[in-house]
């Protein structure tokens, strides 16, 4: 049984939804329930028992009502659970706590909240509890986060306890008595007239949970818990406030108590336990700011750097009230030193260059909202320990830069035109050319074979720099005619070099340095001798000039040279070659070139190449679209041409894209054409799959098995059963199941439909009980002739009900095609019956052994058998009736007990379920065998519906 449970919580666990689609999520639950309260289950099943709840508790209990009924069956088993199982015990605790917090329970208003919080402060009181204990405190914790206020009435106790506490459990209290104040001071600001006697009130209560006094106001799962996240992260004048004036001894004493013991937590909780005294500061102006100016000298010396942001969050928060003008300076040096410190992590390093971007002051100009903006006291001197090397990793180089950058930006405003490096521009100067000379050294790398990261990092730099003194002109200049040089280098840089024109364009949209930078690009390309270019450069060339084709302010004189040279019949290496790559990158040159602005001064030289490309090029595809280029540039107006050849912004057909079809004056578009190639949609359904009458199931192919060894399977115990077993061996056995359909119009007349051909039927699934279905195609639909018949042929996974969506797309007499939706099939439970597939040569007595056979083997429970138990009034007629209408396939005859009908269902691919029908004195009773117990349910629903039938006297049914 444990094995079986673990493959199944596996395959919940690998994907739940697929695993629910055999089963409901509220018969999983119960098995599950049904599991837990079962006291010869170990202690370690009932741990993985409780995983679904715990990894997917909405799913398993989507409901308030679910989930209530939920926790209470799981704290009855916390409460029978014995001591000595510590950690089942701790894991029900959490499996209530995320039942609770993922449903609308959690408001308290329901009793299993209220007697589940109880519960929890029970435990977290309990000196005996050890580990179960600390995980009481972390439910707690995670109830209060979910739902800010449940425990605010609780204040005393919680204090009480943490100050009680001296074992390693006091972090655990600590952390939860912090989240508890904060959640309880930020409710009193939400009330409007709260004063010093409600905190003081707030602290000394100890009254029952706050939904009793509260049952309409309380919160509801999961509001304000967003809001509550961090009251830090926006500007401070978004903080709420409570005026207490300066009385607020209670709070103040608290507050000191924690901030004594702090140093005893681990860094992590003391940074979480400092943010939220932080918010508690600020949202009582009454404390001052100076309450954590005894941990500051603590705080301003770590190493750790979860304490050194949470430094940061407190002068973020308080600025000079709490940190002086030394402090500050202090602060942005040790942040200085740490991003360069040669033993700490890159990650650690990019942090606090990080910090120091977003450095907050005391005394800042403007409050950027976010921005980088950096501090005044950073200044050049101080910046000039980080300044970038070439031995730095990528992203610390790029970090640097940037902040050098921002240094010097600040320093000069970007304004060194004219500066000399050690002229009037003294040692802003200097610190820029610096900066300059790094970017040139990153580009004598990547100019000697340098690797990926290294070209990275260097384009990346490249644009941080331009970013922030594209304005320098003697910089900008040398940017650009050293990049050209790399460029002749090095032709397969030439997606960097157009990606950074891109973004410096989009980026930075008063800067004219991209154009400079594609003109120069132009420039080199066109002017290198053709006898030393090949192939393999010309490809990265014809990328590079399809770029500076793009910009109307460039002239295209020397593009055209250029493809006029290399397409001449002299030049036969290109045309000759037939390079499909190659000829599509001289086209796409040409393509722009058509819808350049500059295009009349352009139009013979472009004919040319054209005509050369047509002529010339031994790929018929560059061929044909080169002719159709010539055909247009010759034939349409440079608007039209313009209308044609520039792309669609959007999907859908415009009045612009109309506008289009109109202008070309090549070919009149033929609505009849374009109408027949279209599949329609139809406004519509007009066809359905109705159920035909219902035949008897064609025998499923067999073993050759003779008479005489099936009467000798039928005498000895046990032949006759494996004898059937053994025809499963054979692949594809008896796992199909035929489904006969008549295909026919709706009642709906239209004459355009009456006549439908070459329909073709697509089937799409709505679960996975089920194989894919192959598509069926029909010859032909009339209105006036008998519908045809569609076999449907079904192979499940699962012999469940289900439901098919169809699509057909057909051709009417006019030759359109049209697609419509059908109605959906549905499948039901019943039309899975097959026969007993047993061998055609079997008589009455080796069928009657294997239901005998097979009911022994059932009501063994072993595995995933069941029995079941269905009963019902119904008169002896009424009952011969159901089984002459709805069993005469599935009988199964017995002579020695003719009171009782067996009846042997067949499911496939191997599901059997086993009928005894019997009529009592008081009732029929269907007695149930299955060797799949999922089958129950929809056994029981489909014997409900045939004994309820009209024709049928009204019964009286239950099922066990």
Same mark, same amino acid.
């Given at each position: 049984?444990?094995?079986?449970?673990?493959?199944?919580?596996?395959?919940?666990?690998?994907?739940?939804?697929?695993?629910?689609?055999?089963?409901?999520?509220?018969?999983?639950?119960?098995?599950?329930?049904?599991?837990?309260?079962?006291?010869?289950?170990?202690?370690?099943?009932?741990?993985?028992?409780?995983?679904?709840?715990?990894?997917?508790?909405?799913?398993?209990?989507?409901?308030?009502?679910?989930?209530?009924?939920?926790?209470?069956?799981?704290?009855?088993?916390?409460?029978?659970?014995?001591?000595?199982?510590?950690?089942?015990?701790?894991?029900?605790?959490?499996?209530?706590?995320?039942?609770?917090?993922?449903?609308?329970?959690?408001?308290?208003?329901?009793?299993?909240?209220?007697?589940?919080?109880?519960?929890?402060?029970?435990?977290?009181?309990?000196?005996?509890?050890?580990?179960?204990?600390?995980?009481?405190?972390?439910?707690?914790?995670?109830?209060?986060?979910?739902?800010?206020?449940?425990?605010?009435?609780?204040?005393?106790?919680?204090?009480?306890?943490?100050?009680?506490?001296?074992?390693?459990?006091?972090?655990?209290?600590?952390?939860?008595?912090?989240?508890?104040?904060?959640?309880?001071?930020?409710?009193?600001?939400?009330?409007?007239?709260?004063?010093?006697?409600?905190?003081?009130?707030?602290?000394?209560?100890?009254?029952?949970?706050?939904?009793?006094?509260?049952?309409?106001?309380?919160?509801?799962?999961?509001?304000?818990?967003?809001?509550?996240?961090?009251?830090?992260?926006?500007?401070?004048?978004?903080?709420?406030?409570?005026?207490?004036?300066?009385?607020?001894?209670?709070?103040?004493?608290?507050?000191?108590?924690?901030?004594?013991?702090?140093?005893?937590?681990?860094?992590?909780?003391?940074?979480?336990?400092?943010?939220?005294?932080?918010?508690?500061?600020?949202?009582?102006?009454?404390?001052?700011?100076?309450?954590?100016?005894?941990?500051?000298?603590?705080?301003?010396?770590?190493?750790?750097?979860?304490?050194?942001?949470?430094?940061?969050?407190?002068?973020?928060?308080?600025?000079?009230?709490?940190?002086?003008?030394?402090?500050?300076?202090?602060?942005?040096?040790?942040?200085?030193?740490?991003?360069?410190?040669?033993?700490?992590?890159?990650?650690?390093?990019?942090?606090?260059?990080?910090?120091?971007?977003?450095?907050?002051?005391?005394?800042?100009?403007?409050?950027?909202?976010?921005?980088?903006?950096?501090?005044?006291?950073?200044?050049?001197?101080?910046?000039?320990?980080?300044?970038?090397?070439?031995?730095?990793?990528?992203?610390?180089?790029?970090?640097?830069?940037?902040?050098?950058?921002?240094?010097?930006?600040?320093?000069?405003?970007?304004?060194?035109?004219?500066?000399?490096?050690?002229?009037?521009?003294?040692?802003?100067?200097?610190?820029?050319?610096?900066?300059?000379?790094?970017?040139?050294?990153?580009?004598?790398?990547?100019?000697?074979?340098?690797?990926?990261?290294?070209?990275?990092?260097?384009?990346?730099?490249?644009?941080?720099?331009?970013?922030?003194?594209?304005?320098?002109?003697?910089?900008?200049?040398?940017? $650009?005619?050293?990049? /050209? =040089?790399?460029? *002749?280098?090095? &032709?397969? @840089?030439?997606?960097? #070099?157009?990606? +950074? !024109? %891109?973004?410096?364009?989009?980026?930075?949209?008063?800067?004219?340095?991209?154009?400079?930078?594609?003109?120069?690009?132009?420039?080199?390309?066109?002017?290198?001798?053709?006898?030393?270019?090949?192939?393999?450069?010309?490809?990265?060339?014809?990328?590079?000039?399809?770029?500076?084709?793009?910009?109307?302010?460039?002239?295209?004189?020397?593009?055209?040279?250029?493809?006029?040279?290399?397409?001449?019949?002299?030049?036969?290496?290109?045309?000759?070659?037939?390079?499909?790559?190659?000829?599509?990158? $001289?086209?796409?040159? /040409? =393509?722009?070139? *058509?819808?350049? &602005?500059? @295009?009349?001064?352009? #139009?013979?030289? +472009? !004919? %040319?190449?054209?005509?050369?490309?047509?002529?010339?090029?031994?790929?018929?595809?560059?061929?044909?679209?080169?002719?159709?280029?010539?055909?247009?540039?010759?034939?349409?107006?440079?608007?039209?041409?313009?209308?044609?050849?520039?792309?669609?912004?959007?999907?859908?057909?415009?009045?612009?894209?109309?506008?289009?079809?109109?202008?070309?004056?090549?070919?009149?578009?033929?609505?009849?054409?374009?109408?027949?190639?279209?599949?329609?949609?139809?406004?519509?359904?007009?066809?359905?799959?109705?159920?035909?009458?219902?035949?008897?199931?064609?025998?499923?192919?067999?073993?050759?098995?003779?008479?005489?060894?099936?009467?000798?399977?039928?005498?000895?115990?046990?032949?006759?059963?494996?004898?059937?077993?053994?025809?499963?061996?054979?692949?594809?056995?008896?796992?199909?199941?035929?489904?006969?359909?008549?295909?026919?119009?709706?009642?709906?007349?239209?004459?355009?439909?009456?006549?439908?051909?070459?329909?073709?039927?697509?089937?799409?699934?709505?679960?996975?009980?089920?194989?894919?279905?192959?598509?069926?195609?029909?010859?032909?639909?009339?209105?006036?002739?008998?519908?045809?018949?569609?076999?449907?042929?079904?192979?499940?996974?699962?012999?469940?009900?289900?439901?098919?969506?169809?699509?057909?797309?057909?051709?009417?007499?006019?030759?359109?095609?049209?697609?419509?939706?059908?109605?959906?099939?549905?499948?039901?439970?019943?039309?899975?019956?097959?026969?007993?597939?047993?061998?055609?040569?079997?008589?009455?007595?080796?069928?009657?052994?294997?239901?005998?056979?097979?009911?022994?083997?059932?009501?063994?429970?072993?595995?995933?058998?069941?029995?079941?138990?269905?009963?019902?009034?119904?008169?002896?007629?009424?009952?011969?009736?159901?089984?002459?209408?709805?069993?005469?396939?599935?009988?199964?005859?017995?002579?020695?007990?003719?009171?009782?009908?067996?009846?042997?269902?067949?499911?496939?691919?191997?599901?059997?379920?086993?009928?005894?029908?019997?009529?009592?004195?008081?009732?029929?009773?269907?007695?149930?065998?299955?060797?799949?117990?999922?089958?129950?349910?929809?056994?029981?629903?489909?014997?409900?519906?045939?004994?309820?039938?009209?024709?049928?006297?009204?019964?009286?049914?239950?099922?066990?």
């Amino acid at each position: 049984m444990a094995a079986g449970w673990s493959a199944r919580i596996s395959a919940f666990l690998r994907g739940p939804r697929r695993f629910l689609s055999g089963t409901s999520a509220d018969s999983f639950l119960a098995e599950l329930l049904r599991e837990l309260r079962d006291d010869r289950a170990a202690s370690g099943l009932k741990v993985l028992l409780l995983s679904p709840l715990c990894e997917h508790p909405a799913l398993l209990c989507p409901s308030a009502s679910s989930a209530e009924d939920t926790a209470l069956e799981l704290s009855a088993v916390f409460a029978q659970c014995p001591p000595t199982a510590v950690e089942f015990r701790c894991q029900l605790l959490v499996a209530v706590t995320c039942v609770l917090v993922c449903s609308p329970c959690t408001s308290g208003h329901l009793a299993a909240s209220r007697d589940f919080l109880e519960l929890l402060l029970q435990v977290a009181q309990d000196p005996q509890g050890g580990g179960l204990r600390a995980t009481a405190c972390e439910c707690l914790r995670e109830m209060e986060r979910c739902c800010p206020g449940l425990l605010s009435q609780r204040l005393e106790l919680l204090d009480g306890l943490r100050q009680q506490e001296s074992s390693r459990l006091h972090q655990a209290y600590a952390g939860l008595h912090a989240l508890v104040l904060r959640n309880a001071v930020h409710e009193l600001t939400q009330q409007a007239g709260a004063g010093p006697e409600h905190l003081r009130a707030l602290l000394g209560g100890n009254a029952p949970l706050a939904w009793e006094a509260e049952q309409d106001s309380g919160p509801t799962n999961g509001s304000g818990s967003a809001g509550l996240s961090s009251l830090l992260l926006g500007p401070m004048g978004a903080v709420p406030t409570l005026h207490t004036g300066p009385d607020c001894k209670e709070l103040r004493a608290v507050l000191s108590s924690l901030l004594e013991e702090s140093y005893l937590l681990t860094p992590l909780c003391q940074a979480a336990l400092l943010h939220r005294l932080i918010e508690v500061v600020a949202m009582v102006p009454g404390i001052p700011p100076a309450i954590f100016r005894a941990q500051l000298l603590r705080l301003l010396g770590t190493s750790e750097v979860c304490l050194l942001h949470t430094t940061l969050l407190l002068k973020s928060a308080f600025t000079d009230s709490l940190f002086s003008a030394e402090d500050e300076a202090f602060m942005l040096k040790r942040l200085v030193v740490l991003s360069q410190h040669p033993l700490l992590s890159t990650p650690e390093k990019l942090f606090y260059m990080d910090c120091i971007a977003h450095f907050p002051e005391n005394r800042p100009i403007g409050c950027g909202d976010g921005d980088e903006a950096l501090p005044l006291l950073l200044t050049q001197q101080l910046a000039s320990a980080l300044l970038p090397t070439v031995f730095n990793d990528g992203a610390t180089l790029l970090a640097r830069l940037h902040l050098l950058c921002l240094v010097h930006l600040e320093e000069d405003g970007g304004e060194e035109d004219g500066a000399g490096g050690d002229g009037a521009g003294g040692d802003v100067g200097r610190g820029l050319a610096y900066l300059y000379d790094h970017l040139t050294s990153l580009l004598h790398i990547v100019e000697s074979g340098g690797s990926r990261e290294i070209v990275v990092t260097f384009f990346r730099a490249s644009f941080l720099f331009l970013s922030h003194f594209h304005g320098v002109e003697r910089y900008a200049a040398g940017l $650009v005619e050293r990049l /050209c =040089r790399l460029y *002749l280098r090095q &032709p397969q @840089l030439a997606p960097q #070099l157009i990606n +950074l !024109a %891109d973004q410096t364009q989009a980026r930075l949209p008063g800067c004219d340095w991209a154009l400079g930078l594609l003109k120069a690009l132009q420039q080199a390309v066109i002017s290198a001798p053709l006898g030393r270019l090949t192939l393999r450069d010309l490809g990265w060339h014809l990328k590079t000039l399809a770029r500076v084709a793009e910009e109307g302010e460039i002239p295209q004189h020397g593009t055209l040279g250029f493809l006029s040279g290399i397409v001449a019949p002299a030049a036969s290496s290109l045309c000759g070659g037939g390079d499909w790559r190659l000829g599509n990158g $001289v086209l796409g040159v /040409c =393509r722009r070139l *058509l819808v350049h &602005p500059s @295009l009349n001064t352009l #139009l013979l030289p +472009l !004919a %040319d190449v054209l005509q050369h490309l047509s002529c010339n090029y031994r790929d018929i595809d560059v061929q044909d679209r080169a002719r159709l280029y010539y055909s247009l540039l010759t034939t349409l107006s440079q608007e039209k041409l313009v209308a044609v050849m520039e792309q669609p912004v959007s999907g859908g057909v415009s009045g612009q894209q109309v506008k289009k079809r109109t202008l070309s004056c090549l070919m009149a578009e033929s609505e009849g054409l374009a109408s027949a190639l279209t599949v329609h949609q139809t406004g519509k359904t007009i066809l359905r799959l109705r159920e035909a009458g219902s035949t008897a199931p064609d025998a499923p192919p067999a073993l050759d098995v003779t008479q005489a060894e099936a009467e000798e399977c039928s005498d000895e115990a046990g032949g006759a059963l494996d004898a059937y077993r053994a025809q499963f061996s054979e692949p594809g056995f008896a796992s199909q199941i035929t489904l006969r359909f008549q295909l026919t119009h709706v009642d709906a007349d239209d004459p355009r439909f009456d006549q439908l051909f070459s329909i073709r039927l697509h089937f799409s699934l709505t679960d996975e009980s089920y194989r894919d279905l192959q598509d069926v195609s029909v010859p032909c639909v009339f209105r006036e002739r008998a519908a045809p018949v569609v076999e449907l042929r079904l192979t499940p996974r699962l012999p469940y009900p289900t439901t098919l969506r169809v699509q057909a797309i057909f051709t009417t007499r006019d030759g359109l095609t049209w697609t419509s939706s059908l109605p959906d099939v549905h499948v039901a439970f019943q039309q899975t019956f097959q026969a007993l597939p047993a061998p055609v040569s079997w008589g009455p007595a080796s069928r009657l052994s294997v239901f005998q056979q097979l009911w022994e083997e059932l009501s063994g429970e072993a595995g995933d058998c069941a029995l079941s138990l269905f009963c019902c009034q119904l008169t002896d007629a009424a009952l011969r009736a159901l089984v002459g209408k709805h069993f005469p396939a599935f009988l199964v005859p017995d002579p020695s007990c003719e009171d009782e009908v067996k009846v042997l269902l067949f499911l496939p691919p191997q599901s059997h379920v086993l009928l005894r029908i019997r009529a009592d004195e008081d009732a029929v009773h269907f007695s149930i065998a299955t060797n799949d117990w999922r089958l129950l349910p929809h056994v029981n629903s489909y014997l409900l519906a045939v004994t309820s039938a009209p024709d049928h006297a009204p019964p009286t049914a239950a099922a066990v």
